[in-house]
């Protein structure tokens, strides 16, 4: 059975849980922007961005969190 981790641990994977969700929704924000032409890139970059942003936003917690819960004892 694993030990259950300290405070400091805790922390920082919570912090980087938020820096993941984070960065999803700027990913998706350029996206948008590149999208209706405010930023000057191919539209294919502007929706790639979007699905990966997207991806971060909502995925990338849930496995992280998964990856890091505590067993069950």
Do not use: C, H, N
Request: glycine share 6%.
């Amino acid at each position: 059975m694993a030990d259950p981790v300290d405070d400091e641990t805790a922390r920082r994977r919570w912090s980087v849980i938020q820096a993941v969700r984070f960065a999803g929704v700027a990913l998706v924000l350029v996206g948008i922007l590149i999208r209706y032409a405010v930023i000057p890139a191919p539209l294919a970059v502007g929706v790639a961005l979007i699905v990966v942003g997207l991806v971060g936003t909502f995925f990338m917690p849930v496995m992280l969190a998964r990856k890091w819960r505590t067993p069950p004892s």
